[in-house]
């Protein structure tokens, strides 16, 4: 598991420095976040959701509103997660379309 490191104030350097495949799901998450709220960053807000649905797969599955229950959620930011749950629905429908064509 990689260190924090404290001249990564924010996972964007961490992914910048050592590649996205470096971050957890939480620095991921919290990267969409993007900022907290007084006294609790986004990494935390991040883990919060992920301990509450236990994976990307069990957010993705869940409906906007349950979001709301997040200290620090709003339309913009569960509109921000949501949008890339459906980029990564559309990778994959791409890459199963691709397979069954060969």
């Known amino acids: ?16 420095e050592l590649g996205a495949e470096s971050l957890t ?5 919290s990267i969409l ?3 907290g709220t007084k006294g609790k960053s986004a990494e935390q807000i991040a883990k919060e959701i992920l301990d509450k649905f236990g994976s990307f797969k069990g957010m993705a599955n869940q ?19 949501a949008a890339a749950f459906e980029i990564a629905r559309r990778i994959v429908k ?3 379309a691709d397979r069954e064509s060969k």
Do not use: C, Y
């Open 1 to 16: 598991m990689q260190q924090s490191n404290p001249k990564w104030t924010h996972a964007g350097g961490k992914l910048r």
């Open 33 to 35: 976040i993007s900022t």
């Open 94 to 96: 791409d890459v199963l």
């Open 63 to 81: 409906p906007l509103e349950k979001f709301l229950q997040f200290k620090g959620l709003g339309d913009v930011k569960i509109i921000r997660i």
């Open 25 to 29: 799901d939480a620095e991921v998450l």
